[in-house]
């Protein structure tokens, strides 16, 4: 039976309560397990290696900054001949986060008040509740972020051959007939 919270399989859970001056540092790194259902979860074929150096630090009065990277090995489907395709995920991990009943994040967002954000910078603050932050769901947030959406192998490609006219697939003439246009 499958859990009904949405918990990411390299969960990892923060105590941001009191976090060291230096910050708490966090690594996680996936079992086979965990790199099964991260595979299974992203749609790949494998995920041979998984890890997220991280650091959970105090940020402004009551926020908290992590930051860090997530590397990973995958194996995908090419998508034009399904063949394995190989690739190294290295994904800077930078969020920025703050308690839900934080003044800093209503002003910013409702009062009219500013925050200012760097375009190359974390996005604007995400909002947690409680005590605790699951630092691992985040970096496999970023870890999904930077899979390629269409991985090919090198030296296949999408054309029909060496014909010059442009053959249409079945779902463009599905389109082309419910359109009514020929």
């Not at 086979?32 to 749609?43: D, K, P, V, Y």
């Not at 034009?80 to 920025?96: F, K, Q, R, S, W």
């Not at 760097?118 to 699951?134: H, K, L, V």
């Not at 006219?165 to 599905?174: I, R």
Request: proline residues 6%; glycine residues 10%.
């Amino acid at each position: 039976m499958k859990h009904a919270d949405p918990h990411s399989p390299v969960s990892f859970f923060a105590n941001v309560a009191r976090l060291p001056q230096k910050g708490l540092p966090v690594v996680i790194e996936a079992d086979a397990a965990q790199r099964a259902a991260l595979a299974e979860e992203h749609g790949l074929l494998s995920v041979e290696a998984y890890r997220a150096e991280l650091l959970v630090a105090s940020w402004k009065r009551n926020g908290v900054k992590v930051s860090g990277r997530v590397e990973a090995d995958i194996t995908q489907a090419c998508i034009v001949t399904l063949d394995p395709v190989e690739a190294h995920i290295d994904e800077p991990v930078e969020a920025l986060l703050l308690p839900e009943d934080s003044k800093l994040g209503r002003q910013g967002f409702e009062g009219g008040g500013e925050i200012l954000l760097d375009a190359d910078g974390p996005d604007s603050p995400e909002t947690f509740s409680g005590d605790t932050i699951d630092v691992g769901a985040l970096a496999e947030q970023f870890f999904g972020l930077a899979i390629n959406p269409y991985p090919r192998k090198s030296g296949a490609s999408l054309d029909a051959g060496g014909e010059t006219e442009a053959v249409e697939n079945e779902f463009q003439q599905k389109l082309r007939s419910l359109l009514g246009k020929s």
